[in-house]
């Protein structure tokens, strides 16, 4: 806690009283205009990422950023979608990882989970990732950063099952996205569809952002 509590008198002596307009108005209500499917990961701080504010981001963490199909799980994840869509309205899904992924790493048979039963579990939901992989690597070389590309896809597969995102989906209401987080460079890659690849966001010229069906999953 002596970590945590001069945070909290700076927040609430300094920083609220800076910005108690944006707070006054959060306090009537949400209105944010994306869900952010992240990972666990303490090196992910959404909203520095993405330079938004409070009440901009709707935020699902787990570890692995996996979202099981639905009706396979008896977790938060399908409460949390409904919610966001049909409750909050929002407009854009994105899933991100990031790298060196942990979950990642586990789910490739590199971590050790005989002492983590419970998060042996829960990485049942990225078997599809895990397959696609195997199916396509050489010789047993796997790259982890092919694997956490791959899982955003897998998990954006069972995000689709699920009836509030088909649904939006369907009636043009929501988009998906896909983006992947450097650690070590500040770096986010986000998915091309026409490309079918991941490209560097920085390297994204204007003129492609008028083409938003490119960067859709």
Same mark, same amino acid.
């Given at each position: 806690?002596?970590?945590?509590?001069?945070?909290?008198?700076?927040? &609430?002596?300094?920083?609220?009283?800076?910005? @108690?307009?944006?707070?006054?108005?959060?306090?009537?209500?949400?209105?944010?205009?994306?869900?952010?499917?992240?990972?666990?990961?303490?090196?992910?701080?959404?909203?520095?990422?993405?330079?938004?504010?409070?009440?901009?981001?709707?935020?699902?963490?787990? =570890?692995?950023?996996?979202?099981?199909?639905?009706?396979?799980?008896?977790?938060?994840?399908?409460?949390?979608?409904?919610?966001?869509?049909?409750?909050?309205?929002?407009?854009?899904?994105?899933?991100?990882?990031?790298?060196?992924?942990?979950?990642?790493?586990?789910?490739?048979?590199?971590?050790?989970?005989?002492?983590?039963?419970?998060?042996?579990?829960?990485?049942?939901?990225?078997?599809? &990732?895990?397959?696609?992989?195997? =199916?396509?690597?050489?010789?047993?070389?796997?790259?982890?950063?092919?694997?956490?590309?791959?899982?955003?896809? &897998?998990?954006?597969?069972?995000?689709?099952?699920?009836?509030?995102?088909?649904? =939006?989906?369907?009636?043009?209401?929501?988009?998906?996205?896909?983006?992947?987080?450097?650690?070590?460079?500040?770096?986010?890659?986000?998915?091309?569809?026409?490309? @079918?690849?991941?490209? @560097?966001?920085? =390297?994204?010229?204007?003129?492609?952002?008028?083409?938003?069906?490119?960067?859709?999953?």
């Amino acid at each position: 806690m002596k970590n945590l509590m001069p945070g909290l008198r700076k927040f &609430t002596e300094n920083i609220f009283p800076e910005q @108690k307009d944006l707070f006054e108005t959060l306090s009537q209500g949400q209105k944010p205009h994306t869900l952010l499917i992240t990972c666990s990961d303490s090196r992910i701080d959404p909203n520095l990422l993405t330079q938004t504010q409070p009440g901009e981001l709707f935020v699902i963490r787990n =570890a692995g950023n996996i979202i099981p199909p639905f009706g396979a799980s008896g977790g938060g994840e399908e409460a949390s979608i409904e919610f966001a869509i049909d409750g909050l309205k929002i407009s854009n899904i994105v899933i991100c990882g990031h790298s060196h992924c942990g979950a990642m790493a586990a789910l490739m048979d590199k971590v050790d989970l005989e002492t983590l039963p419970s998060v042996k579990h829960w990485l049942r939901h990225a078997q599809t &990732t895990k397959k696609r992989i195997l =199916a396509c690597s050489k010789n047993n070389e796997i790259n982890l950063m092919n694997v956490i590309e791959e899982n955003i896809l &897998t998990q954006t597969d069972n995000l689709k099952t699920h009836p509030s995102v088909s649904c =939006a989906l369907r009636q043009n209401k929501i988009r998906l996205y896909g983006w992947v987080y450097q650690f070590e460079t500040g770096e986010v890659n986000i998915y091309d569809h026409k490309q @079918k690849c991941f490209v @560097k966001s920085v =390297a994204v010229k204007e003129e492609v952002l008028n083409e938003p069906s490119r960067f859709e999953l």
